[in-house]
């Protein structure tokens, strides 16, 4: 039996801590902030409801370690079959994400984690530990004091306390405290790009009537403006979290007063305006902060076999392909399997998870780059259109060879990250033929029409 300590107790660190205490470990497990549970934080979380879009990946991964958690947890997901595209007249234009009727799920956060926390708390093999602060991890025997790796918490009262366990495992998201200091003991690469772009939280209330939902809840509602987008994901309630991306400045220049904000929503989302209604709008607009988007990527991801990151301590990524949590949540079905395969010799397997892991997730995070450009601008424009109506005709009369990028990443956890994209390069590479030589053909067919219909004209005119 080995004894764990687990830093951050989000989601990616509530399921490490599950898995390895459902292989017979012993797990302590600390978070900064308060019990999720607490009245307080419970207070706090129904004033910002913010769901994620759970997938193939992050399902599986749940599974794997805990069929009946997964169960629970999943009870309550809401299928999103596709796009819905808001055009600025308010139309809705439908666009499926799967060739066949595959879905993403729209689930609740901070619910999420509370009931993992749930069953953390019935499990022996787990002590949680809220309030702890991480502020300084000790590796290779550095404090001669201590035989093994520790860890330093600061607690709410002020104290410190010293904990000393086998290995640590830190999933304390972008941020991380143990990245930062495991800096000191492997040489790691890390590179971390904040984006020209950052996200407000909005929220459409739930409509009164007997159908509480305004719009479809099984789709990702998407207000795509090219350097902008505002997108809604729906709660179980019937109301839906919205958010709005935009560059900096122009979120400056909008949020300069509640009329800009007021104007800039009438003009560029009537129909969310009418959907959200001012005073809505204007809470938001009030109470929710402008965030940063952050892409960090690192490598190695462990020293030895005393410390390894996880979950967005390790890999962060922007929110636009909805893979964040459901890459930390692959991650620690990966580690396990490795775990598994390396008989539990800890440090042969985090060597391996690095070696193995960090293709795959460089490839999610650079997609997870490249998808604003297709939420925001692509998803309405002609040549994105043909291309994907070709990437689906090839995927349904090919179905075993041929599956469009978007389905790899989100419907089929048997496909690594970065074989999905070396995959998708090729069959880019394919439909770009088809279409520039359909182009190329069409324009020698009418060429041909042309040069027809002339030369009986010319022929009439010189008789
Ligand atoms: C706007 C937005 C939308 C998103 N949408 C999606 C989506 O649709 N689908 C998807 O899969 N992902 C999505 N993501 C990403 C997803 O939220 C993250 O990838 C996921 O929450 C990462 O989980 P984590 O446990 O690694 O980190 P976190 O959730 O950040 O948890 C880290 C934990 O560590 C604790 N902690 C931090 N520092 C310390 C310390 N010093 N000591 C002790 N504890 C500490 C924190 O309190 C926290 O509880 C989205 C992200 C954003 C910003």
């Known amino acids: 039996m080995h004894e764990v300590t687990v830093v951050g107790a989000g989601l990616v660190g509530c399921l490490a801590a599950l898995a390895f205490a459902d292989r017979g470990h012993k797990v302590a497990l600390y978070d900064a902030r308060p019990d999720l549970r607490s009245e307080a934080e419970l207070k706090n979380a129904s004033l910002r409801s913010i769901n994620l879009a759970v997938s193939a990946r992050g399902i599986e991964a749940l599974r794997s370690v805990d069929t009946k958690m997964a169960e629970r ?4 997901i809401i299928p999103m079959y596709g796009r819905m595209i808001h055009d600025l007249q308010g139309g809705q234009h439908a666009q499926a994400y799967g060739l066949w009727g595959e879905c993403i799920n729209s689930i609740d956060r901070a619910q999420l984690n509370r009931t993992m926390l749930d069953v953390i708390e019935d499990n022996a093999n787990i002590t949680f530990f809220p309030e702890h602060k991480l502020t300084n991890i000790s590796l290779s025997r550095k404090d001669k004091k201590y035989q093994r790796p520790t860890s330093t918490f600061e607690t709410k009262e002020g104290e410190e306390r010293v904990v000393e366990s086998d ?11 143990t990245r930062d200091r495991l800096q000191r003991y492997v040489r790691m690469n890390y590179a971390q790009q904040y984006i020209d772009c950052v996200y407000l939280e909005l929220k459409i209330p739930k409509a009164d009537g007997p159908d509480p939902f305004s719009i479809s809840p099984n789709h990702l509602h998407i207000w795509p403006r090219h350097k902008y987008m505002l997108i809604a994901l729906a709660n179980g309630d019937g109301s839906f979290t919205s958010t709005l991306f935009a560059p900096p400045a122009l979120m400056e220049q909008v949020c300069e007063s509640q009329n800009t904000f007021i104007s800039f929503f009438k003009e560029q989302f009537p129909d969310a305006y009418e959907l959200m209604g ?4 204007l809470e938001s607009y009030e109470n929710n902060p402008r965030s940063p988007l952050v892409s960090l990527k690192c490598s190695p991801y462990n020293h030895k076999g005393e410390c390894l990151l996880v979950g967005d301590a390790a890999h962060c990524m922007v929110p636009f392909y909805g893979q964040g949590m459901n890459a930390g949540f692959e991650d620690i079905r990966v580690l396990m399997e490795i775990l598994d395969e390396k008989k539990w010799n800890v440090e042969e397997a985090f ?3 690095t070696e193995r892991r960090h293709k795959d997730l460089v490839a999610i995070v650079d997609l997870a780059m490249r998808n604003y450009v297709e939420m925001s601008h692509s998803v309405v424009s002609l040549p994105y259109l043909i291309r994907k109506k070709v990437d689906g005709v090839l995927g349904r009369v090919f179905s075993s060879a041929w599956v469009p990028l978007y389905s790899m990443v ?4 048997d496909i690594p990250y970065s074989k999905a994209l070396s995959r998708s390069a090729r069959q880019d590479r394919i439909i770009g033929n088809i279409v520039n030589w359909t182009s190329f053909a069409g324009l020698v067919g009418m060429g041909a029409l042309f040069y027809y219909k002339g030369r009986h004209l010319f022929g009439r005119l010189f008789e």
């Open 351 to 353: 060597n391996t998870y």
């Open 278 to 281: 001012e005073s809505q709008i």
């Open 167 to 177: 290995y640590i495992i830190g999933a304390d998201g972008a941020f991380s405290k």
């Open 410 to 413: 989100s419907f089929r956890a």
């Open 73 to 76: 947890v999943l009870a309550d």
